[in-house]
């Protein structure tokens, strides 16, 4: 599939960009070799092949999930100047 002229003109529009016309030529010609990339790619059989989310079969490191630190709420809030029920108020901002 080509693209024309227009429909680049008509992209660019689109996507509010300014392309002069010594530009557009030549994205006609890039943007239609793209699409012609991305048909060729589409018509290539893939069944039975599994997806993968990573092209290397590593796993991810996770840190185990415990604890590390303390609560120190109540300290934090020492300094708060209004707190209810553990919880930080603060002035309505809505107009």
């Known amino acids: 599939?080509?693209?024309?002229?227009?429909?680049?003109e008509h992209i660019a529009h689109l996507a509010r960009l300014k392309v002069s016309d010594d530009e557009l030529d030549e994205y006609v010609d890039k943007l239609s070799r793209i699409i012609d990339l991305v048909a060729q790619l589409s018509s290539v059989n893939t069944d039975g092949v599994t997806p993968m989310a990573h092209p290397l079969d590593?796993?991810?490191?996770?840190r185990p999930d415990?604890?590390?630190?303390?609560?120190?709420?109540e300290l934090y809030q020492e300094n708060a100047p209004d707190v209810v029920h553990g919880l930080y108020r603060v002035p309505k901002v809505i107009e």
Do not use: A
């Not at 590593?58 to 996770?62: F, S, V």
């Open 58 to 62: 590593i796993g991810q490191r996770l």
């Open 66 to 73: 415990e604890v590390t630190e303390s609560d120190q709420r």
């Open 1 to 8: 599939m080509s693209l024309s002229r227009q429909d680049v």
